[in-house]
């Protein structure tokens, strides 16, 4: 009958995507569009809402939303990124999942606590049309030696460091590094980027950000 249940019938549970993991103390609330939050002790989930359970597509748009979240999230304060496309069945595998691994989430955003990154992208001041010769190869290998010399000097104003691998990339077409900085360092590290560009002229030295910690966390999805 319309407006009734069969007995034994529960109405069917929408999964839930994790986006990221916050603190609950000393942050205004989350006010990010179809976003919310789930807590456990003093640590947040920051979720969406989905129809299935099921792999996520990664479409341009879905990723774009799934980085407004957490960016959104990042503008109050220290976040957790999740990787994109984490789903959980239920709210209750979800708060099952934050209290086996609350510990680790928790030291997590204390290292993270004012604490911000910065990626610097280093390629040549002009590409040109020759760079698929065999001689601007091995001139690609070089400048990626000299881009990380100069990785090294901007590790001294940052916390941690890793190197950002992409899909394809080619040595001639530069490299890309990224850089955990103290939020109050900020100033100091772009600093040190504009003395290295002045320092090798035939660089191109690209920072941006400050970003969440995309690139310096990796959650443990198991369990």
Known sequence: MSGF???????RQAAITLCGIVSREGRPPLRVADAETVDYRDVSAVIRATPDF???????SAIAAYREVVEGAFACGAVVPA?????????????????????????????????????????????????DTVEHRARGADLEVTAFDSFRVLKRQAVAFVPIETHGRRTERGA???????????????????????????????????????????????G
Do not use: C, M
């Open 83 to 131: 990787p994109y496309g984490t789903v959980f069945r239920s709210r209750e595998a979800l708060l099952a999942w934050l209290e086996l691994h609350y510990f680790t989430l928790a030291d997590a955003l204390r290292y993270l606590h004012d604490r911000q990154v910065a990626r610097v992208r280093v390629t040549p001041a002009a590409l040109g049309t020759g760079w």
């Open 5 to 11: 249940l069969k007995r034994g019938h529960r109405p």
């Open 54 to 60: 099921a792999t996520a597509e990664a479409t341009d």
């Open 176 to 222: 890309q590094g990224a850089f955990l900085i103290e939020r109050e360092q900020w100033a100091q590290f772009s600093g040190l980027v504009k003395e290295e560009q002045r320092r090798l002229p035939d660089l191109k030295f690209e920072q941006t950000g400050p970003w969440p910690a995309y690139d310096f966390v990796r959650l443990d999805l198991n």
